[in-house]
């Protein structure tokens, strides 16, 4: 097997003429950023351009970005980037790839690409885009590429076939194979065959699951839980799910008709996606069902319903603020809150946060653990082991999933018969060279997280977070210093500014005598600009904080001349 995590890899050579190179700058190794890059004949395709979400040990970052560094310098040669869903693990990040270059074209479903539509015009960007269908083709520079049918917790999932010179790869995009999906499309396993038939050279295959064995469960299977939340809640039901879940919408929607209760829709992305879906009739809304949240005020509390974002604990959507009394929507003792999303690793400590503030309120909280309410997306181990068999795949190359899932993957391939030489683990910025039906590692390019702050892109990194995080464990020192020009003597007593750092008193007494020692020690040395004074009397503070009180606070001096 081959596992980038075992080589030591450079930067991959020039390509060979005829060969495909496929570079993975996301969503191996992770949950989230999903971007892959393919390389034949002097031009590249995208597939996919997605964000991961921030962990608690990423204070202040609003979402990860795949890294563009290793084709800033190509932009040029990238002829389209295709989409094959909706999920901002696949979409987040496009707004920031068409900043660099606004008029790539955007290949993708209908809804897909009205969901990345109406996200670029919040960034002043009106792209190109060419609409495709199960079943169609298109091509574009020297890719030929067709689009298969699969499902997903989203409706309009596609499959993408990437032919060229150097062979026929599939990526299945997020997929499952739910033969009772609510929308009644069915993963196209007739395509998968008849690409089967003709010669997979490289799948790209969902791992999110292969850990799980069986198979996923059915959307219409969790129709009788969610029924019997709305049956049995005494009063409002807030259910919280993602933004593009449509189908779990759906669900709460037509429980929420039965049971006589309006429902009203809370966030910015969640009504822009529920109204998109709508008007486009993937989302069946009964005449009157829907109301503008203001108008719930006069209504009974066992009449109400409300749909907002905030499933995965993140500290600005609408749960998490309802949960900190942050919000307009004020939980009241008897409401019944449920969560309609799975639990993103990472994201565990998050959500049972959330879920204990709502309880210490009143609320009664149904979520995947204590109830039926949700079912993954992503394809179990059986799923995945039809669809080896089906293909027979010369090549295969585990995404989307931690580094358990890929592993696990890998071996349900080589348990149908793969060679365990063509079976590839990656990893976030390796490159895979596809040549004369064989597929190699060939190297390792950059690919570090690129985290967005506010406006910012790329500015903050890990020591800026590390910073963060010292402030909130350790508090913050700052350390004023009136200085005699030209000797580095002490001009008066030091001055000490504490914040979140707790000492007792005269705590810092005695890193005095340690900055005395370090100015004398500089002078010595001839050191006397300001900055670098500066940074000696941080050292010398740090270093006794450290040593003595076993604290790492942020340090900071301010160097004035007497």
């Known amino acids: 097997m081959q596992n980038a995590h075992a080589m030591k890899l450079t930067a991959p050579p020039a390509l060979q003429r005829g060969a495909m190179r496929i570079t993975l700058l996301g969503g ?82 209908e809804l897909t690409l009205a969901f990345i539509t109406s996200k670029l015009k919040e960034h002043r960007i009106h792209p190109t885009t060419v609409q495709v269908e199960a079943g169609g083709t298109h091509k574009t520079g020297p ?66 699951n292969a850990e799980v064995p069986g198979f996923t469960t059915s959307e219409r299977d969790l129709t009788p839980a ?15 799910s993602f933004a593009s879940h449509v189908h779990r919408i759906q669900q709460i929607l037509d429980a929420s008709h039965r049971h006589g209760r ?21 989302l069946q809304i009964p005449r009157g069902l829907v109301v503008d949240f203001k108008k719930l005020g006069s209504m009974p509390d066992d009449k109400v319903t409300i749909v907002c974002t ?11 603020r309802i949960a900190n009394g942050e919000h307009q929507i004020r939980l009241n003792v008897g409401d019944t809150v449920l969560l309609a999303s799975s639990l993103i690793p990472g994201n565990e400590n998050a959500i049972y946060g959330i879920i204990n503030k709502l309880t210490d309120l009143g609320a009664n909280v ?13 394809a179990s181990a059986g799923e995945l082991v039809y669809c080896y068999n089906i293909l027979k795949p010369r090549n295969v190359l ?15 391939a080589v348990r149908t018969g793969v060679d365990p030489d063509r079976v590839i683990i990656a990893r976030d910025g390796s490159t895979i060279d596809l040549v004369n039906g064989i597929a190699k590692l060939s190297g390792q390019v950059v690919a570090d997280l690129v985290f967005v702050d ?13 910073d963060r995080r010292r402030l909130s464990e350790s508090g913050i020192v700052t350390v004023i210093a009136i200085l005699e020009p030209g000797t580095n003597a002490l001009a008066e007593p030091l001055e000490y500014v504490t914040r979140g750092f707790v000492t007792a008193d005269l705590a810092l007494t005695g890193a005095t005598d340690a900055v005395e020692r370090a100015l004398s020690k500089a002078a010595s040395q001839g050191v006397d600009e300001v900055g670098k004074l500066e940074s000696v009397i941080a050292g010398a503070v740090s270093s006794y904080i450290t040593r003595t009180h076993r604290r790492e606070p942020v340090v900071i001096a301010i160097v004035i001349d007497a």
Not at 269 to 274: D, E, L
Not at 310 to 320: D, I, N
Not at 398 to 412: C, F, Y
Not at 454 to 462: F, K, M, Q
């Open 143 to 208: 890719f030929d590429l067709e689009f298969a049918a699969v499902n997903h917790s989203i409706p309009d999932g596609l499959a993408v076939v990437i032919r060229t010179g150097a062979g026929l790869v599939l990526n299945t995009g997020d997929f499952k194979m739910d033969q009772f999906p609510l929308d009644d499309r069915i993963t196209d396993l007739r395509a998968f065959g008849r690409f089967g038939q003709e010669g997979v050279d490289l799948f790209m295959v969902d791992s999110t």
């Open 226 to 240: 969610i029924d019997t939340v709305f049956a049995t809640a005494p009063k409002r039901v807030i259910v919280s």
């Open 454 to 466: 506010g406006d910012t892109v790329g500015h903050a990194t890990e020591d800026t977070l590390a």
């Open 28 to 109: 191996v190794g992770e949950i989230g950023r999903n971007m892959t890059v393919f390389e034949y004949d002097g031009k590249l395709l995208v597939v996919d351009c997605g964000v991961l979400f921030p962990e608690e040990t990423q204070p202040g970052i609003d979402v990860i970005l795949p890294d563009f560094t290793s084709i800033r310098h190509r932009l040029g040669d990238i002829v389209a980037i295709v989409l094959t869903h909706g999920h901002e693990d696949h979409i987040g990040g496009v707004p920031y790839l068409l900043r660099e270059r606004a008029d790539i074209p955007i290949i993708g479903s």
């Open 262 to 282: 309006k429902v009203a829709f809370v966030g910015r992305s969640m009504v822009r996606n529920m109204g998109i879906a709508h008007d486009l009739g993937y």
């Open 366 to 378: 149904v979520h995947k653990g204590n109830a039926k309410v949700h079912v993954s997306g992503h």
């Open 398 to 412: 585990p995404i989307h999933g931690e580094a358990k899932h890929l592993h696990a993957n890998a071996a349900l």
């Open 310 to 320: 905030g499933s995965q604990g993140e500290p600005m959507a609408a749960l998490s």
